[in-house]
C-alpha cells in the first residue's frame, strides 16, 4: 500500500480515537471547558511537531491577516460544536453530518466563486441530502441541536476550504499559531465564566491529555501522508472514520445503527467520494484536499 495512503488512515484512526475520548469527557465537563484543555494539551504536542523548516518565532507575521483571522474563526467555532455534537448525539450520526462538507463546498464555490457545476456534483449534491436523511430520519425521530451543530461544523470547514484557496502561501505554524490563540483565549474565557467551573482531576486531564496527543499526532501523520501522496488520492481516507465511528460508538458508548442509517452511511460516503472525483477533473490538480482538519 501506498506510504501516504497508509500514514493517512492512522491519520484518520487517530482522530477518531480522539473524538470517542472527547464524546466520553461530555457527561463530566463542559464543551468549553474540553475544548480550552484539549487545545492546551494539543499545542503542547504541536509545539514539538512543527512542520520542517519553519519556527513558531514570528508566527504572528501574516500575509493575509484578514484570511488567516477568518480561519481562526471558523476553526475555533467548528471546534465548539463539534465537541458538542460528538458529547450529544452518536458518534456515526456526527461524522455523516459533517461529511457533508465537499457538499457544502461545492455549494459555496457556485455562491461565492461563480463556479458552474455540472450533473454529476449536482447528482453527489442530492445523494449525500439523501443519506443524510436516511441517518437522521426527521420526522421519524426527534432531533437534537447536536445534528445542528454538526450540521454547521460541515459548513464551517467548507468555508474553511475556500479560504484555504487564498492562504497558500502563509506559514503552517502561522495558522496553527492563530487558531491556538483564539482556541485558547475563548474557551478559557467561556470555560471560567460557567457557573459549572472546576478543575479537572488526575484521570480526567490524563483523558484530556490523551485526547490533545490524537488531535496534535493526527494532524502531524496528515501532513506526512501529503508530503508522500497527493492530497486528492489520500482525501478518500478520511471516510474510515465512519468505520471506527461505527465501531467505537457500538464497543464503548452503546449506539448500534441499524441497517438504514448503515445504507445512508454509505450513500453519504459514495456522494463524498464522486464530489472528489469530479473535483479532481475539474482542477485538472493533484493537490487540491477537501478534508484539511478544521478544528483542534
Known amino acids: 500500500m501506498n506510504s501516504g495512503i497508509l500514514l493517512a488512515l492512522v491519520a484518520y484512526a487517530v482522530y477518531a480515537w ?3 475520548i472527547i464524546k466520553a469527557l461530555g457527561s463530566q465537563l463542559s464543551v468549553f471547558e474540553i475544548g480550552f484543555f484539549n487545545i492546551l494539551f494539543a499545542a503542547v504536542f504541536l509545539f514539538f511537531l512543527k512542520p ?11 500575509q493575509r491577516p484578514w484570511a488567516v483571522h477568518a480561519r481562526a474563526v471558523s476553526g475555533l467555532v467548528a471546534g465548539i460544536f463539534s465537541v458538542y455534537a460528538f458529547t450529544t448525539i452518536p458518534l456515526a450520526e456526527a461524522y455523516a453530518l459533517i461529511f457533508l462538507a465537499p457538499l457544502f463546498v461545492t455549494l459555496l464555490s457556485i455562491v461565492i466563486l461563480k463556479e458552474q457545476v455540472g450533473l454529476w456534483r449536482w447528482l453527489a449534491i442530492v445523494a449525500g441530502l439523501g443519506g443524510i436523511l436516511l441517518v437522521v430520519r426527521p420526522g421519524f425521530r426527534a432531533l437534537e441541536f447536536g445534528h445542528l451543530a454538526a450540521l454547521a461544523v460541515a459548513l464551517l470547514a467548507a468555508i474553511t476550504i475556500i ?4 492562504l497558500a502561501s502563509e506559514k503552517q505554524t502561522t495558522m496553527l499559531g492563530v487558531l491556538v490563540g483564539y482556541g485558547l483565549l475563548f474557551n478559557g474565557a467561556a470555560m471560567l465564566a460557567t457557573s459549572s467551573f472546576h478543575v479537572p482531576d488526575w484521570k480526567l486531564l490524563g483523558m484530556l491529555a490523551l485526547a490533545g496527543a490524537c488531535t496534535a499526532g493526527g494532524h502531524r501523520l496528515q501532513l506526512l501522508a501529503t508530503r508522500r501522496s497527493p492530497a486528492n488520492q489520500i482525501a478518500p ?9 461505527v465501531v467505537i460508538g457500538a464497543a464503548f458508548f452503546a449506539e448500534y445503527p441499524d441497517w438504514i442509517a448503515l445504507v445512508g452511511l454509505a450513500v453519504v460516503v459514495g456522494s463524498g467520494l464522486l464530489t472528489l472525483v469530479r473535483e479532481r477533473i475539474r482542477l485538472g490538480t493533484v493537490r487540491w484536499n477537501p478534508f484539511s482538519r478544521n478544528r483542534l
Open 237 to 245: 481516507t478520511h471516510y474510515s472514520q465512519i468505520v471506527w465511528a
Open 163 to 166: 479560504l484555504m484557496r487564498s
Open 18 to 20: 480522539g473524538d470517542g
Open 52 to 62: 520542517d523548516g519553519e519556527r513558531w518565532h514570528g508566527f504572528w507575521n501574516m
